[in-house]
C-alpha cells in the first residue's frame, strides 16, 4: 500500500488547504489528511487494522461518559501545524454546534488511537504526534504493527508544546493502562500482528 500525497504549492496556507480538502472529490474508501501542509491519500486500512481499532472502541465505550462519543472517520483541525488529521479513532465529549460536520478543533478531542499501516508509520510516530500534543490532546495511543523491534503499544500523554512524555509503553500482549479519566485497562494479546 502507498500513499499518495498532493500539492499544488508548497507554500499554501491553512486558508486555501482547507477549502481544496472539503471541497475536492477524493476516491471514495481512502483516507484524506492535511498532514504538514500536504494533502496526503492513504488506501483503505487492512483487515487487522480494523479488528485492532474495534476493539480498542468497544472497550472505550464501557468507560466514557455519555455524553461523549468515539468517531473513527472525524478529522481534526490543528491549524498551527498545516494539520487536517484524522485519527483512527476520536474519542471526544459530543459537538453541540450542528454546523460542525466536517471536523472539530483537536482541542476537543480527550483520546486519539492511531494503529499505524506500513504507508502511515512516520507521520503516526513522528508528524501526527507533534500535531496532537501542539494541539494539547491529554492521551495519544499508538498502536505500532510496524514497529522496528516488533509491534508496540506506547501511550503518550502531559503534552507540553509539541512533545509528549511515554506513560507506558509494551509489546503486543502486555496490557496497556488508560489513566483517568478513562481507568482502562486494554489487553493487546488479541491484537493481530503484521
Sequence with gaps: MRTLTVSEKPDQSWGDLVPFW????????????????????????ACRHNLIASDIQRRLY????????????????????????????????LPDDAKVDTHIPAGLAELVVEVTSRASARHDRVSKAVAYA???IPLY?????????????????????????????????????LPAPFDLVIDTEEFPVG
Design 22 to 45: 472539503e471541497d475536492m472529490e477524493w476516491p471514495e474508501g481512502n483516507k484524506v489528511e492535511i498532514i504538514e501542509g500536504i494533502i496526503t491519500v492513504s488506501p483503505a486500512p
Design 141 to 177: 495511543l499508538l498502536v505500532d504493527n510496524w514497529a522496528p523491534g516488533g509491534p508496540t503499544v506506547t501511550l503518550y500523554g502531559e503534552p507540553k508544546g509539541d512533545v509528549y512524555r511515554v506513560l507506558r509503553a509494551g509489546k503486543f500482549g502486555d496490557p496497556i493502562e
Design 62 to 93: 464501557s468507560v466514557i461518559p455519555e455524553d461523549w462519543g468515539i468517531f473513527q472517520r472525524l478529522a481534526i483541525a490543528v491549524p498551527s501545524c498545516l494539520g487536517m488529521l484524522m485519527p483512527d479513532l476520536v474519542v471526544t465529549p
Design 134 to 136: 501542539t494541539a494539547g
